[in-house]
């Protein structure tokens, strides 16, 4: 049996088994949908548990979904425990969550799986996985597959020498060109695992920084935002790049402040249960002060 096969037989038993025990209410995990492209899945009964699947198709950061699971179903009852499965990369984001209070650990059953990468539009492998130093899941209950052979190479930030190359003008000029792309769907914002505040900031009919426009003042001003309040947070699961229908370089955005964050305070999302730095005074528990 192929290393993924046994996997995909291992995540159904396993899910099966957390099902039929009732240790969770739903798993999330990824299936194969009726165009025969792999999407996000919601398990509520074991006899689904086959359709669960796993391979380099498995793009999706499934944390994102968390969010949605937050709150009982019905008023009284407690919030639905999840299981949930994560490449390593996404694992980075629990930590996030968790330490960030939007779900408490007990509630969520994680099944990591060791990841050999994952292929991206052009069907070559993601970006993300070139520059991959967490072949084995940071956060989990569960762990699934060997850690591939592969040696992780450094993250050398190469991905961002055209725009630190650039003179500030030019550089200005190159961001007000692709925010001026942006038709402001928002599938960036509601990808991201980060941004999960119930009412956007930049959403709001009666903003007062920006209002709902999509001339160029307004875009800059949304994407700037977005950047910033991502900063020290953004996991760098490239998600919101994927999904963004207009093709900007957002991971390019996002990774110059993770470089930033990381330079100032040495500190990387995810990679530990901690807040960012960037907002909270941490003290030396690594807890607000
Ligand atoms: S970034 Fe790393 S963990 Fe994430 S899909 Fe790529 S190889 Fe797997
Ligand atoms: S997904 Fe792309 S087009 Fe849509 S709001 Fe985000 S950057 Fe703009
Ligand atoms: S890469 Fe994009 S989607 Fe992923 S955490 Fe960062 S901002 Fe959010």
């Not at 592969?150 to 060109?177: K, Q, Y």
Request: hydrophobic share 35%; aromatic share 8%.
């Amino acid at each position: 049996m192929s290393v993924r096969r046994a996997i995909i037989h291992q995540l159904r038993e396993e899910a099966r088994r957390l099902l039929s025990e009732r240790r969770v209410d739903c798993i999330i995990g990824y299936e194969t949908g009726p165009r025969g492209r792999v999407r996000p899945a919601f398990l509520y009964e074991p006899a689904e548990a086959d359709r669960l699947v796993w391979g380099p198709e498995c793009v999706h950061n499934l944390t994102t979904y968390l969010h949605n699971k937050k709150k009982p179903r019905k008023r009284g009852e407690e919030p639905p425990r999840i299981g949930i499965v994560v490449k390593p990369c996404d694992s980075r984001t629990l930590n996030v969550l968790f330490a960030e209070r939007q779900i408490e650990r007990g509630r969520v059953y994680v099944i990591g799986i060791a990841c050999e990468g994952v292929m991206g539009r052009d069907g070559q492998p993601a970006a993300k996985c070139r520059r991959c130093t967490d072949r084995v899941p940071l956060v989990y209950d569960l762990l699934l597959g060997e850690p591939p052979a592969v040696e992780p190479a450094p993250d050398d930030w190469s991905d961002l020498e055209r725009v630190a190359a650039m003179a500030p003008a030019e550089r200005l000029t190159f961001w007000l060109r692709e925010f001026d792309r942006c038709i402001r769907c928002y599938a960036c914002r509601q990808v991201c695992p980060g941004c999960y505040c119930p009412t956007c900031a930049f959403e709001r009919d009666d903003g007062l920084w920006v209002d709902m426009g999509i001339e160029i003042p307004q875009k800059f001003v949304f994407h700037l935002g977005r950047a910033f309040h991502l900063a020290g947070r953004c996991v760098e699961c490239d998600e919101c790049e994927r999904v963004c229908p207009m093709g900007l370089p957002l991971s390019l955005l996002n990774r110059c402040l993770v470089r930033e964050i990381e330079a100032l305070y040495g500190h990387r999302a995810g990679r530990a249960e901690a807040l960012t730095p960037l907002l909270f005074e941490l003290g030396p528990e690594g807890s607000p002060i």
